[in-house]
């Protein structure tokens, strides 16, 4: 059995989740991280966390993450890093012929995207991405009764995404700022874009975007220079009774987008992170009937019409089944298919082709909103990456 070392950018936060594919009984081990910082506060509030020593006493953890990927010995990087540092450690990574695996959003630019893509497709170094919700049950289980026919060609589809911890995660650290992640349809709005794009098969070819900074821009600010950091807190509401906030937010709270997609469908995609409930709300309408998810993880629906009638009585329900593990049960398959994409070659849910794309949407859209919601059309890429990407990084 061959083994494969890994090394993790970024062992905190969303790097606990990478600490998953740590598997020594299937050749997989985790000997390396690198974080130039210690382990953030809020991360104790998690059941379970250990420091990245403990947790793993015999790997090296260094603060520069160019010391990891200059590591011969490591086959296999994680990058879980903030989103702006992503190109950089990303192009780093594959140059030095590692399999990556790359949290979402690919990059905060398309210019980003296309320069990892074109430098996986170079050097020939796997390339996968963090999409999670593409092993999500209920997402799985809306891509199964499309793909089946019952609903019939898909048409129009829309996303409401209710965000009721926006305050909390995006608007209290480097989230809040335009040049740490260009705004919030790619850390957030990335996994959603995608999703649509996923399930009613093809990309946005042009968008337009609308969007504001209408609330937090008015809750109280913690000082300038001080550190700031997410706090998750279900008593924190309204946001206007609140303070902490980061001294500087211009991002905005919510976002909608027109999608037209390449296959004549056209969809719509509206977030907002002040609200006081939290769901994503997909619909897919086709020639034959539509499909909607009632809530998005754990015990949930979907729902199928067939027949006119009431929205509140369906043709068909299904009944989804909690599932064990973190972002509904989903981070645990991701890392499964991307270890055997490592190892055998599996094919893969999750596509950089489509990573790019959902960012390519997200960043004219919110080209279009800031600069008077003109139509931004999706650049193309070159025939040889599509190509490529398409046969499973198949040459």
């Not at 999750?350 to 800031?370: F, T």
Request: contains cysteine; proline residues 5%.
């Amino acid at each position: 059995m061959k083994k494969y070392k890994i090394g993790i950018i970024g062992v905190y936060g969303r790097g606990i989740h990478a600490c998953q594919a740590h598997r020594p009984e299937q050749g997989f081990e985790v000997v390396m991280g690198a974080d130039p910082f210690d382990a953030h506060p809020r991360n104790y509030q998690i059941p379970g966390f250990k420091k990245f020593p403990e947790r793993f006493p015999d790997a090296t953890l260094v603060k520069d993450y160019r010391e990891l990927v200059a590591n011969k010995d490591i086959d296999i990087v994680f990058v879980m890093s903030p989103d702006y540092c992503h190109e950089e450690q990303a192009v780093a990574a594959l140059e030095a012929g590692k399999a990556v695996y790359l949290e979402k959003p690919m990059a905060i630019s398309i210019e980003g995207c296309d320069r990892i893509l074109r430098t996986a497709y170079r050097t020939g170094s796997k390339l996968f991405i963090g999409h999670n919700m593409r092993y999500f049950p209920a997402v799985l289980k809306m891509k199964e009764i499309i793909d089946s026919g019952i609903i019939g060609d898909i048409q129009c589809g829309w996303c409401r995404h209710f965000v009721n911890y926006g305050g909390d995660a995006y608007f209290r650290d480097w989230h809040s700022e335009q040049k740490n992640t260009c705004g919030l349809l790619l850390q957030k709005g990335a996994h959603d874009i995608d999703v649509m794009h996923w399930l009613m098969g093809a990309y946005s070819k042009r968008v337009v975007g609308m969007g504001m900074l209408s609330v937090y821009n008015r809750c109280g600010r913690r000082p300038e220079g001080s550190e700031g950091s997410a706090a998750w807190n279900e008593n924190q509401y309204p946001p206007l009774e609140l303070d902490g906030f980061s001294p500087i937010i211009d991002v905005e709270d919510h976002n909608m987008i027109m999608m037209q997609l390449d296959n004549g469908a056209q969809a719509t995609y509206m977030q907002c992170h002040y609200t006081p409930d939290a769901e994503r709300n997909y619909t897919f309408i086709g020639t034959k009937g539509r499909v909607e998810n009632i809530g998005d993880s754990g015990k949930c629906q979907v729902h199928v019409w067939t027949r006119r009638g009431s929205r509140q009585e369906p043709d068909i329900i299904y009944q989804l089944k909690p599932v064990e593990g973190s972002h509904g049960g989903a981070d645990a398959p991701i890392i499964d298919n991307f270890l055997d994409f490592v190892a055998n070659g599996a094919k893969t849910n999750a596509n950089p082709v489509a990573a790019r794309n959902s960012v390519a949407a997200g960043v004219l859209a919110h080209y279009s909103m800031r600069n008077g919601n003109i139509p931004q059309d999706i650049p193309q890429l070159e025939p040889e990456l599509l190509e490529y990407f398409a046969n499973n990084q198949q040459r």
